[in-house]
């Protein structure tokens, strides 16, 4: 079989170039652990435990389980300044290998990375995004695409990452609509090195959702997907049916636990058929990428 490893999943040591996305309130310390034994990265947000105590005890559960990398999700501009230093001290002292962080300026956060031999990854929706990233020294560019699950940006997985590359020197993640190993060849077709997919992921055994919401992935055509600043004020994409009809905008700490009863997702449901083991799901992206591969025009 063809090597699918790319200079970045190398440089990290996985075995497969994939990322398991952070998503907030459902990504858990058991898909991590799930993850490393699958050979790829693992992740969740360091608020999904609700202190840093609590984050503190994740770290030493999965230290205790896997010497495999894996990332946190650290939200710098949206989390009380307290919370994310008390954070941003465990990644340091637990050496966590990589940090992904979103919102706000990762200037510092790169700077305490690389002395904790860490590497950091940021989320970008445009040009001006990446070119901030980049001056910042990150190591790693997230292109969250239109149609992904989360927090989204508005540019087609077509011309984003195309697009980043001509204005930036620094290795692309890509985000958003990747469920099946032939969107993750299409990703790097465009340029990107790690394909970052959360949806997908979302509907698999060890994911902390409930089964109602992982029946509702199975269930979703694209069409059941809306993409709107309703929510939380900033855009992002959701399942319809679970939207309010009465909906203001709350930009407040209490508006982050609307997502518990208003349940994301990315339009890459369109090929989300069952929920199964995170090890399956990753063997079968992996057969796909080289069913995929054998399969092009010409070939
Ligand atoms: C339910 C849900 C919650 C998410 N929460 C976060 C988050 O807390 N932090 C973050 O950086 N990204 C978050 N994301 C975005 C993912 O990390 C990732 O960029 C996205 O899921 C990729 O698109 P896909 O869902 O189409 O695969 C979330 C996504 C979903 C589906």
């Not at 993409?227 to 994409?237: E, H, L, Q, R, W």
């Not at 009863?261 to 890459?268: E, L, T, V």
Request: net charge negative; hydrophobic share 45%.
């Amino acid at each position: 079989m063809p090597d699918l490893s790319t200079p970045l999943s190398r440089r990290l040591g996985l075995r497969h170039p994939i990322v398991a996305a952070p998503m907030f309130l459902v990504s858990n310390r058991e898909m991590i652990v799930a993850c490393a034994e699958a050979g790829i990265l693992g992740s969740m947000p360091s608020l999904n435990a609700r202190t840093a105590e609590a984050f503190e005890a994740d770290l030493q559960w999965i230290r205790a389980r896997t010497d495999r990398p894996f990332g946190i999700n650290v939200t710098l501009g949206l989390t009380a300044p307290e919370r994310t230093e008390a954070d941003l001290t465990l990644l340091e002292r637990y050496e966590v290998p990589v940090w992904l962080t979103s919102y706000g300026n990762p200037t510092a956060a790169v700077a305490r990375a690389h002395a904790a031999k860490a590497l950091v990854f940021h989320d970008v929706v445009n040009k001006r995004h990446a070119l901030k990233a980049a001056g910042a020294g990150v190591d790693g560019l997230i292109g969250v695409a239109a149609g992904a699950g989360g927090h989204a940006g508005a540019v087609s997985p077509y011309v984003l990452y195309p697009w980043l590359a001509q204005h930036v020197d620094v290795p692309l993640l890509a985000a958003g609509c990747i469920s099946t190993g032939k969107q993750i060849l299409a990703s790097f077709a465009l340029g990107a090195q790690l394909a970052y997919v959360g949806t997908r992921f979302l509907a698999s055994t060890e994911c902390g959702a409930v089964p109602a919401y992982k029946q509702a992935v199975v269930d979703a055509d694209p069409e059941d997907v809306v993409y709107t600043a309703a929510v939380s004020g900033i855009p992002a994409n959701f399942l319809r049916a679970t939207i309010p009809d009465d909906m203001t905008p709350d930009r407040t700490p209490e508006g982050a636990r609307r997502w518990k009863d208003i349940w994301s997702a990315g339009q890459g449901v369109a090929e989300i058929h069952e929920v199964k083991p995170i090890g399956q799901i990753v063997e079968d992206l992996v057969r796909e990428v080289h069913d995929a591969l054998a399969a092009l025009p010409g070939r």
